[in-house]
């Protein structure tokens, strides 16, 4: 990368962390001023003691319990990414299989997810696999519904372009609905990881002995309020580092897209 393009790239987005350290300062101030209680309110600077503090680090096990619920929601977001892609291209394929799938899928997203918790206690007991289930639960609906508006919104002249010069219908699907989808789809991923992060921190909460969800409910137990709030900055943090991820991804798949962007 030049150094003109650094420039300009920090010139264009030095509001957002400059915003982030101001709210910060304020917050700061604002807890030592009024005299806040720390288990009412912890200052920055209490909750990044119990992140970077070494003996904190050692007490807390931060490294234990990020990369439990990092695990779980990289499994839970494959899991949902090609379970919503085939169950989406299924839909948008045939219209007697949308007629099937459809309602299933209503029916399974409207179960409050909460209340299948216990259920997955039971049958698969503590550990990753039901988190990553109600992760998957909480999670798919999206990428299913933007994959099918995706495909099935193609433009229909483009449509009887090809129809006309003999493409065959998996043609079509490969090479003008499948790529045409593309910004539906990486919505959908987007909006799907951020709620695999969700679905990760209630699976702990109730069926696990590890992971950041778990560290909250027990800073919770303890009224720990730092702690409470350095787990809540973690999951925050793994949230956008999974967000950030799939927008890297969705430039690689769609370059034209990021030409556009550098050139506005």
């Known amino acids: 990368m030049s150094p003109t393009r650094i420039v300009r790239l920090c010139r264009r987005h030095w509001a957002k962390p400059a915003c982030f350290i101001a709210f910060l300062l304020v917050w700061q101030a604002a807890v030592t ?17 119990r992140l970077v503090d070494p003996a904190a680090i050692a007490k807390f096990k931060w490294p234990t319990h990020i990369s439990a619920t990092f695990i779980e929601i990289f499994l839970s977001f494959l899991a949902t990414a090609a379970a919503g892609m085939i169950l989406a291209i299924a839909i948008a394929w045939s219209n007697r299989l949308a007629a099937l799938i459809t309602p299933l899928i209503v029916f399974f997203n409207s179960l409050p997810k909460i209340a299948l918790a216990p259920l997955f206690m039971v049958w698969f007991g503590y550990g ?29 002249d483009l449509l009887d372009l090809v129809r006309y010069l003999n493409a065959s219908k998996f043609q079509i699907f490969v090479k003008i609905r499948l790529p045409g989808s593309l910004p539906l789809v ?11 992060v969700v679905g990760s921190i209630v699976g702990e909460f109730i069926a696990s002995e590890r992971g950041l969800g778990f560290m909250l409910k027990e800073a919770q137990a303890f009224i720990d309020t730092p702690t409470m709030f350095a787990s809540l900055f973690l ?30």
């Open 128 to 156: 990753v696999l039901p988190n990553i289930l109600i992760a998957v639960l909480v999670s798919f609906f999206p990428v299913v519904i933007n994959t099918v508006a995706g495909l099935v919104n193609i433009d229909e």
């Open 33 to 49: 001023g009024l005299g806040i209680k720390v288990f009412i309110l912890p200052s920055p600077a209490a909750i990044l003691s």
């Open 235 to 264: 999951i925050s943090l793994l949230g956008m580092f999974f967000f950030t991820a799939i927008s890297w991804l969705e430039a690689l798949a769609m370059p034209w897209r990021r030409r556009e962007g550098e050139e506005t």
């Open 186 to 196: 990486f919505s959908g991923f987007k909006i799907s990881a951020t709620m695999c």
